[in-house]
């Protein structure tokens, strides 16, 4: 069941870090649906290009859109391994039977 929470306005601010925000949610419903013999996970990235981490700044050399999409990339990353592991783990308990 999908629940829609207002978390707030999206400020200039915010709009480096919301992916982290996506990512953290999609790492919980990853716990969640593990946990109840599951597997499925949805993430959206949106990756504002205007608006990067201050760490994400300058990580390429090659400008805004490059370090864009190394940091969309990195989310992704993450929420794919933690998928990985997660159904590693299903596999091993025998939760998971029907593995394509």
């Known amino acids: 069941m999908q629940k829609i929470d207002n978390t707030g306005s ?34 959206n990235s949106t990756r504002i290009f205007s608006h990067l981490k201050s760490e994400s700044e300058g990580k390429t050399g090659y400008g805004l859109e490059a370090d864009g999409v190394a940091g969309a990339r990195r989310t992704c990353r993450v929420v794919l391994k933690k998928t990985r592991r997660s159904r590693h783990r299903q596999q091993h308990d025998g939760r998971l039977s029907n593995v394509a």
């Open 10 to 43: 999206l400020t200039i601010k915010r709009m480096g870090t919301i992916d982290d925000e996506f990512s953290d949610t999609a790492l919980t419903g990853v716990d969640t649906q593990a946990k109840a013999g599951k597997q499925f996970c949805y993430c």
